[in-house]
């Protein structure tokens, strides 16, 4: 069965300095996995996933994540901080039943950017 | 192209009364998906459809129906709603494996 953990409820940063969000995965076959974004009060926003090709994919606003088999982690990186990256971040395994293609969500990571 | 639409944003309910959500979406997507979001419990899926005309339980559907009879068009519904059911609903759909996001509808049972 996929599962996905995300290590962190909340992670606070300063403006500038680099953001690492982690997320591990379980999966019985070669998973896709996906991070999601969500500002206050608002929808979820892709902001990248990684299918089975290049292992460090890169996402929209500077963020990129690396998929390492060996460690089984997904984790999200972005080199320098923006105020407006402040949001819950969501790490999810994509999962085949019965046909059809389910996400499994992480709990969420809450990221706070101090000025 | 507004992507995926949902109606209401937020709506206050009396335990017992009943309601339904209305998700659309203009992308010509098979898939289409509501799921609850709840504090510390990441989204968890309530229904899904393949496909117009289809519908399937996800993971949390005691208390909630779905129709799809227009492909575009994804409906959830509550019968008689309890305070356990107030939380912030989601709706996606997606062309096969991505799935996009509705902004949400924020629910209060009281």
């Known amino acids: 069965a996929q599962s996905v953990t995300q290590l962190d409820s909340h992670v606070s940063v300063s403006e500038g300095t680099p953001v690492l969000l982690r997320c591990n995965y379980s999966?019985?076959?070669?998973?896709?996995l996906f991070w999601y974004v969500q500002h206050p009060n608002k929808g979820l926003q892709l902001l990248l996933k990684?299918?089975?090709?290049?292992?460090l994919v890169k996402g929209i606003n500077g963020f990129e994540a690396e998929f390492k088999k060996s460690e089984t982690s997904f984790h999200l990186t972005k080199p320098s901080a923006h105020m407006s990256d402040a949001a819950e971040y969501f790490c999810?395994?994509?999962?085949?039943?019965?046909?059809?293609?389910?996400?499994?969500f992480g709990t969420g990571t809450r990221l706070k950017v101090l000025a | 192209n507004a992507g995926v639409t949902q109606t209401p944003k937020f709506r206050v309910l009396k335990t017992g009364q009943s309601m339904t959500l209305l998700c659309a979406q203009d992308?010509?997507?098979?898939?289409m998906y509501w799921y609850r979001q709840d504090p510390g419990m990441g989204l968890r899926l309530i229904h899904y459809?393949?496909?117009?005309?289809?519908?399937a339980k996800g993971e949390v559907p005691d208390g909630y129906n779905v129709s799809r009879l227009k492909k575009q068009n994804f409906l959830l519904g509550l019968e008689s709603a309890a305070p356990s059911q107030t939380s912030v609903y989601f709706c996606?759909?997606?062309?096969?494996?991505?799935?996009?996001f509705g902004p949400g509808t924020r629910l209060l049972v009281l």
């Open positions: 990684y299918t089975s090709a290049a292992t």
């Open positions: 999810v395994v994509s999962a085949v039943t019965s046909g059809t293609y389910k996400y499994i």
């Open positions: 996606a759909s997606s062309p096969q494996e991505t799935q996009y």
């Open positions: 999966s019985s076959y070669s998973p896709s």
């Open positions: 459809s393949v496909g117009e005309g289809t519908t």
């Open positions: 992308m010509n997507h098979e898939y």
